[in-house]
């Protein structure tokens, strides 16, 4: 079993940018002809000139359809004062299994006050919460930093959280986050592909080595990536620096599992 932990898909063929084609049966073809078979469907509680908004209702609704292959995560905006509601009315509707947030594009530090309910909500339910942490323009770098994730493990030890990109820039702070706290794992969608063939490919690799397999999950970011050149890009690359079969199982599916409620695995 193959799994993707970080994939897009938009109702319009440029949701995730033009040159990207973000559909779903464009996605569901692409599984069809290569080796992953289930994908985590991130929707996006915000709207900026490169990424489009993604509603939980239409990515719960693709995971009703295929809930053999996908696994739905939801996502809300903390700003927004309804939130905590939203989110507990998209979960109890739809067989959505993690939360999505995103600082970078939502402008909202994962340490704020406002997402402590979400969070809260989250634990509660026993469900996961992915974090962007990429680093990349144009929100302040400041809200985006991965040593702010510590901040949420703290204040919710118990909660389990996905260090979406590792920390990008940032990789060494996102394995001191894995060490400071037992709940947290490395997704290393776009970070790894970016660092390959350049003097921090080995550093990046020293950071997956460290957190150890079982702390690690394997991602795309499809479309923006391609989903079947991305997995077998990133499996040789692992392989070349000695990473085990059995670590591979882990992190192309079994971290995800393992972090995953009941209903979702
Ligand atoms: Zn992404």
């Known amino acids: 079993m193959i799994i993707d932990a970080h994939v897009h898909v938009h109702p319009d063929r440029?949701?995730?940018g033009s040159g990207h084609d973000a559909r779903v049966d464009s996605l569901l073809r692409e599984m069809d002809a290569g080796p992953v078979d289930r994908v985590v469907l991130l929707a996006e509680a915000f709207d900026v000139?490169?990424?489009?908004a993604v509603s939980n209702a239409f990515v719960g609704r693709r995971c009703l359809e295929h809930p053999d292959r996908f696994i739905g995560f939801a996502s809300v905006h903390p700003a927004d004062p309804g939130a905590a509601d939203a989110l507990r009315e998209a979960l109890d509707v739809y067989p959505l299994h993690g939360l999505k947030l995103h600082p970078r594009f939502q402008g909202v530090a994962i340490?704020?006050?406002r997402v402590e309910p979400?969070?809260?909500l989250a634990a509660e339910r026993g469900l996961p919460i992915a974090v962007d942490?990429?680093?990349?323009k144009p929100t302040p770098l400041a809200l985006q930093m991965p040593l702010r994730i510590d901040g949420l493990c703290k204040r919710f030890p118990e909660a389990r959280v996905i260090v979406s990109h590792a920390g990008g820039f940032r990789f060494l702070d996102a394995l001191a986050l894995v060490v400071a706290n037992e709940h947290v794992y490395l997704e290393i969608s776009t970070?790894?592909?970016y660092f390959l063939g350049t003097p921090f490919e080995d550093q990046f690799?020293?950071?997956l080595k460290k957190a150890g397999a079982r702390r690690v999950i394997y991602g795309s970011d499809h479309p923006q990536q391609p989903l079947n050149a991305c997995y077998a890009e990133t499996r040789?690359?692992?392989e070349r620096h000695g990473f085990t079969d059995e670590e591979l199982r882990w992190i192309f599916g079994r971290t995800l599992l393992s972090v995953l409620p009941e209903a979702a695995r």
């Open 14 to 16: 440029d949701g995730m």
């Open 118 to 120: 979400l969070a809260a």
């Open 49 to 52: 000139p490169y990424v489009k």
């Open 191 to 193: 970070v790894l592909r």
């Open 133 to 136: 942490a990429l680093l990349w």
């Open 205 to 207: 690799m020293f950071v």
């Open 236 to 238: 040789e690359a692992l």
């Open 111 to 113: 340490d704020d006050p």
